[in-house]
């Protein structure tokens, strides 16, 4: 199934709007000894920062996966000799994710 590329903008675009607002009461109901220090604001936003860079960097490396595993079955059945090429080409991209993971994990790490 093949999804125009502006419906699956739109529909992560929905997404995050609907976890801003499900997450701004959140940030706002802090407990009375983070409010004094005013830390609850700063964690909530390093939190959101953590998913988003996750999240972001899986998308990026599923998008660009199916993309190559396509062409890559492609490449295969005409020229199977190429079957080690193509499977280093679809490792390249697990790279986003792998510094997506570690992008949320010095931001957690911060709050």
């Given at each position: ?12 675009a929905m997404?995050?709007v609907?976890a ?7 940030l ?37 996966q199916?993309?190559?595993g ?32 570690l992008?949320?994990f010095?931001l957690?790490?911060?709050?």
């Amino acid at each position: 199934m093949n999804v125009p590329m502006h419906k699956a903008v739109r529909v992560v675009a929905m997404a995050l709007v609907l976890a801003a607002v499900l997450a701004l009461p959140a940030l706002a109901a802090e407990a009375p000894e983070v409010a004094a220090r005013g830390d609850g604001l700063r964690a909530g936003l390093l939190g959101l920062a953590a998913a988003l860079s996750l999240a972001f960097g899986a998308l990026g490396t599923a998008w660009a996966q199916s993309r190559i595993g396509a062409a890559a079955a492609g490449a295969m059945a005409e020229r199977p000799e190429v079957g080690g090429l193509m499977l280093v080409f679809l490792a390249l991209p697990e790279t986003m994710i792998i510094l997506g993971f570690l992008v949320a994990f010095f931001l957690i790490g911060r709050i």
